[in-house]
């Protein structure tokens, strides 16, 4: 069965000889053309048309009003929750199934995951279990603040995140948080070009981030976005990313601790050739999943389909496996066979900086920890 598998990905990828990464970039437009022409200007660090350029495209593919271009998905996440809020001793909601950046990005600010269980369908934040969290676990005080009632700290924002690039349902997420006056900032690194409701991922909470590493749908080397509709996080997500400097012709005065989060022209001229390739990629990319979908349905193993009202950009495609001891033997036999795959992240809650962080149930995340596997979906040229 496994050399099956592994046989046709070798076709699906055209490739019998060489290892088939799981996901690799691709550049076929005018990336080289750009980045001369950047190398030819001088302004290859960060100040410079290009990063002008990307944030328009990005506003515009997006429907946001703001889009600020940062170092990498990381700072955007730091910066994000710094914008909405989020303070020293507060509680942050996510799920323990996502990407260290998450709650790396937390950390930073001093404040602490807590970690509420995912979807088995969605693979992302459980509107049922987040349901019940805020009913059972948490209080209020007078101005509608939400606190958590085992520790009385603060639960300032929630951040889902967008699995593998397919969307949780996050305008339930949305609604439940605003009536706990709780922020929620989109981990969209994974998911650009992804809907929910025909919206763009990413636009449905106060801000949402994007990440261009080298491993995602379009790259710009390594870089991120902030997208946003209000005036004053889009003010302060640029303010605050490019060390909080006064605009004026030739002082230097800055008046916010601010951060050297800017994206480098050089960076963001790689970014805007991949973003006129970025609905093509995603076409090609879904195409692939239909391939998947058909060939792993006549060998009956569960292939990750996008959920409901979604349209997914299926940035990694995954499937589930029977238990941890095939899915240890299913990895075994593919990397050795040159296709890679990779397990999902251990879980956040049993690393050593996050192991005392507040966890509710998350039965889900802990079974499809044991299960899913992601397998090779680059763009096919
Ligand atoms: C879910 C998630 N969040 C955040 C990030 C961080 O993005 P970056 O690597 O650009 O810092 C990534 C990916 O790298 C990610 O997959």
């Given at each position: ?11 699906t ?35 410079g ?38 303070k ?149 997500a ?19 601790i ?66 941890r ?18 397990p ?22 802990l ?15």
């Amino acid at each position: 069965m496994y050399s099956k598998i592994v046989n046709f990905i070798k076709d699906t990828f055209n490739e019998t000889e060489s290892l088939i990464p799981l996901h690799e970039p691709r550049f076929v437009g005018n990336e080289k053309q750009y980045i001369n022409d950047c190398i030819d200007s001088t302004f290859v660090s960060s100040v410079g048309k290009y990063v002008d350029l990307f944030e328009e495209k990005i506003k515009q593919f997006t429907g946001a009003k703001y889009a600020v271009a940062t170092a990498n998905g990381t700072s955007a996440l730091h910066l994000s929750l710094l914008i909405a809020g989020v303070k020293s001793g507060d509680l942050v909601i996510t799920q323990p199934l996502t990407f260290i950046a998450t709650c790396n990005s937390i950390s930073y600010i001093g404040a602490q995951p807590l970690f509420v269980d995912v979807d088995k369908e969605t693979l992302g934040l459980s509107v049922d279990k987040l349901e019940s969290f805020f009913l059972t676990e948490t209080y209020s005080d007078i101005n509608g603040n939400t606190f958590y009632k085992r520790t009385n700290q603060r639960i300032a924002a929630c951040v889902p995140m967008h699995t593998f690039g397919h969307p949780v349902k996050i305008d339930q997420i949305v609604s439940l948080c605003d009536k706990h006056k709780v922020h929620v900032i989109e981990d969209a690194a994974e998911s650009l070009g992804s809907t929910y409701m025909d919206k763009q991922t990413g636009r449905f909470g106060k801000l949402g981030v994007y990440s261009f590493n080298g491993n995602k749908t379009i790259t710009c080397g390594g870089g991120g976005v902030i997208i946003t509709d209000d005036d004053n996080y889009g003010y302060l997500a640029k303010h605050l990313s490019t060390q909080a400097k006064k605009p004026h012709p030739w002082n230097f005065e800055h008046d916010y601790i601010g951060y050297n989060y800017r994206l480098p022209n050089l960076n963001a001229a790689l970014a805007c050739a991949q973003m006129e390739n970025l609905s093509s990629f995603i076409s090609n990319k879904r195409e692939l999943s239909r391939t998947y979908k058909d060939f792993f349905s006549t060998i009956e193993i569960q292939f990750v389909d996008e959920p409901i009202n979604s349209k997914s950009n299926y940035w990694l495609n995954a499937i589930v496996l029977k238990d941890r001891n095939e899915r240890d033997a299913f990895l075994e036999f593919t990397n050795s066979n040159n296709v890679m795959t990779r397990p999902v992240w251990t879980l956040m809650n049993k690393l050593d900086m996050f192991k005392n962080a507040p966890c509710q149930n998350i039965d889900n995340a802990l079974w499809l920890e044991d299960r899913l596997v992601n397998i090779p979906s680059s763009v096919r040229i």
